[in-house]
């Protein structure tokens, strides 16, 4: 018997979503969820989810943070992201954190269901390939002066923070803004938090 955890804010959505999956995926418990504190204590209580789909936008929280505090407490589980997004930077940045996959909210049922089933075999379901989305890596010293930049920090203050010459962090600057494809520190700042980078 599969176990599969959704997580939606909308009773409506959440109660359709477990009947299209409890009438096409044979042996599979479904639990549901509202918000963060019912699925820590469903969590609780069954251990062994097998799969746990979670809406990236819960009401006035996110998703993302939602499953970042589920799994400080419960260590690893198996998520997918349940959206009414489309854009290729919220499928990457799921896909960068972690998740097993991603699935739009306008897709049919059996799509629906052939995404949860290749998850609970453990296999990866994203919409699309994902090849064509920028995989920007930042090496360690790199994302150290992003984040000092992210703070509103000149480029004299990270040069003391970071102990390093002012040439040097106007190089890591010149290579953060091609990585991001940005001309400003304020894109170089909003690209970084639309991929997870800060």
């Known amino acids: 018997m599969n176990k599969i955890l959704i997580i939606d804010d909308h009773q409506v959505y959440l109660d359709g979503l477990e009947l299209i999956v409890q009438s096409h995926l044979e042996e599979t ?14 969590l609780l209580a069954h251990p062994d989810i097998d799969l746990t789909l979670i809406d990236l936008s819960l009401g006035e929280s996110s998703g993302l943070e939602v499953w970042k505090e589920l799994k400080h407490i419960h260590g690893p589980i198996p998520v997918a992201i349940l959206s009414a997004s489309e854009e290729d930077v919220d499928i990457a940045r799921c896909k960068r954190l972690g998740a ?6 306008s897709s049919d049922n059996a799509v629906l269901t052939h995404a949860i089933s290749k998850m609970l075999d ?4 994203f919409p699309y390939d994902l090849s064509n989305i920028p995989n920007i890596e930042l090496t360690p010293r790199q994302r150290e002066v992003l984040q000092l930049l992210a703070q509103g920090l000149p480029n004299k203050a990270i040069c003391r923070e970071l102990n ?11 290579t ?6 940005v ?3 304020t894109q170089c700042v909003n690209v970084a938090q639309q991929y997870s980078l800060i």
């Open 29 to 42: 418990f479904v639990l549901k969820a509202t918000d963060y504190q019912t699925a820590h204590e469903i």
């Open 100 to 105: 097993l996959g991603f699935i739009k909210k």
């Open 122 to 125: 453990g296999e990866p379901y």
């Open 164 to 174: 390093m010459s002012e040439a040097t962090v106007k190089t890591h600057l010149r």
């Open 176 to 181: 953060i803004f091609a990585l991001l494809n």
């Open 183 to 185: 001309n400003t520190r």
